[in-house]
């Protein structure tokens, strides 16, 4: 019997081809839409390499003095006093304001105050830069990372070639750097062999020691263009005993709560002293302000300055587009279903008059919408396969690459599966309730 109601729906699909088009355009564009966005969003925010700790990490990029700006106003009571008022007043302190400055850290501050927290297994410093250099006459701009040894140890990037460098070569401020294959592309015109070679940068020969794989993230300090000691720079030019060139990455233990280490965090900034000669004048407060991955990916895109509101908005933003891209096509198919269905209301009122009961019937349609649905979800396969190809071929997104979730697609393919068959059975099961002399001479639901 099903195989006769597979063959049944094959025909339904061929004869009605406006419908078959319309609904299977809807599944198909759902799914392909749905994919390109989650794949987009799974190479930047996804737990593969060279971000394979992203759920361990907590950032600090900004690191804040501020001062409160206080008046002290009279504050005037009446009271009575055996019968005759009195005006008692007091002062009372306010703020009226507060100054702040915000600008990355001295690596001297991490360093003493972040780099032994109870929580934190390992942390790491850096900072960006970017040089143009040219090649054969064309300009090549590098995304350049000046970093400590414990970047290769907190960020998992796969070594094709040769090798990172460590702490002595940290140390001793040695002119080595460990390159990206999109730069030993661009800067060699090869991937191969690239190790002992150098790239003068910035005045310098470096010396390339290692290759690694370029991931394509569009967060500069996961997947440089290279990787230098950070011993290379002039660090005597920073801001201040507190301001300078860097960020800071602390990786916690896998599973522990960011918010235990983000409180080590508040607790390590209370003990740097505010009486150094570079801070400026009626600053009395330090904070540095720490956000989990996520929240300063959503940052970057909703710009609040609270990072968790950020990512709250991001994850409704996210949650609307996924109810949008699955509810809209199923009120689609169910209209379509209902129109497809009326007119056929004939056929299902001879099905009847021949013995089919209700349950056949609402099985019949209910297969054909799985089929249909099927075919759309390969359909949207093949469509979200064939542009996240487009956009990492093109560059269209930079140095972000798309990559494809199988998991999501497999969830996505089922629930797209289960709405088909509630579209198809909703309708069904009111028509196999006419009776039949209606069915086959009225065309109503």
């Given at each position: 019997?099903?195989?006769?109601?597979?063959?049944?729906?094959?025909?339904?699909?061929?004869?009605?081809?406006?419908?078959?088009?319309?609904?299977?355009?809807?599944i198909s564009f759902t799914l392909g839409i749905l994919m390109i966005i989650f794949s987009f969003l799974q190479g930047e925010l996804g737990n593969n390499s060279p971000n394979s700790n992203k759920d361990d990490l907590i950032l600090i990029e900004t690191l804040r003095l501020q001062r409160v700006h206080l008046d002290t106003i009279p504050v005037i009571d009446t009271v009575m006093v055996n019968g005759v008022e009195v005006f008692d007043t007091t002062m009372e302190t306010r703020s009226r304001g507060s100054s702040r400055w915000n600008s990355s850290m001295n690596n001297g501050i991490g360093e003493e105050f972040l780099s032994d927290l109870p929580s934190s297994i390992n942390?790491?410093?850096?900072?960006?830069?970017?040089?143009?250099?040219?090649?054969?006459?064309?300009?090549v701009s590098l995304e350049t990372l000046y970093a400590d040894a414990n970047y290769w140890e907190v960020f998992d990037h796969d070594i094709l070639e040769?090798?990172?460098?460590?702490?002595?070569?940290m140390e001793q401020a040695d002119q080595v750097?460990?390159?990206?294959?999109?730069?030993?592309?661009?800067?060699?015109?090869?991937?191969?062999?690239?190790?002992?070679?150098?790239?003068e940068l910035d005045g310098k020969n470096f010396k390339v020691i290692g290759l690694y794989e370029d991931k394509g993230k569009i967060i500069p300090f996961i997947s440089p263009d290279l990787v230098i000691p950070y011993s290379n720079m002039t660090l005597a030019n920073q801001d201040s005993y507190y301001h300078g060139y860097f960020n800071m990455v602390l990786q916690k233990?896998?599973?522990?709560?960011?918010?235990v280490l983000k409180k080590e965090i508040e607790t390590a900034a209370t003990l740097v002293p505010m009486d150094h000669p570079t801070k400026p004048d009626g600053y009395n407060e330090l904070i540095f302000m720490s956000k989990t991955y996520n929240e300063m990916y959503a940052q970057g895109i909703y710009g609040d300055e609270d990072a968790s509101k950020s990512l709250s908005v991001m994850k409704w933003v996210l949650l609307g587009l996924l109810s949008f891209f699955i509810v809209l096509p199923t009120l689609n198919l169910i209209n379509l279903n209902v129109s497809r269905i009326m007119e056929r209301s004939s056929e299902i009122g001879v099905r009847k008059a021949f013995g089919a009961s209700q349950g056949?019937?609402?099985?019949?349609f209910v297969i054909e919408n799985i089929i249909q649905t099927t075919l759309g979800g390969l359909i949207g396969l093949g469509i979200a396969i064939a542009?996240?190809?487009?956009?990492?071929?093109?560059?269209?997104?930079?140095?972000?690459?798309?990559?494809?979730?199988?998991?999501?697609?497999?969830?996505?393919?089922?629930?797209?599966i289960v709405f088909g068959a509630v579209s198809g059975f909703l309708p069904a099961y009111r028509m196999s309730k006419l009776n039949i002399v209606n069915a086959l001479k009225e065309n109503k639901l």
């Open positions: 019997m099903i195989s006769n109601y597979i063959k049944l729906a094959w025909r339904v699909l061929a004869r009605r081809k406006f419908f078959t088009f319309i609904s299977l355009f809807g942390q790491t410093l850096f900072t960006n830069a970017e040089y143009d250099v040219y090649v054969n006459g064309v300009k040769g090798r990172v460098f460590d702490k002595v070569e750097m460990v390159i990206s294959t999109k730069t030993a592309k661009e800067y060699f015109g090869t991937t191969e062999n690239v190790v002992d070679r150098e790239i233990e896998p599973g522990a709560d960011p918010d056949n019937i609402v099985l019949q542009y996240i190809k487009i956009f990492n071929n093109s560059g269209f997104l930079g140095s972000s690459t798309m990559v494809f979730n199988t998991k999501f697609f497999i969830y996505s393919f089922l629930i797209t």
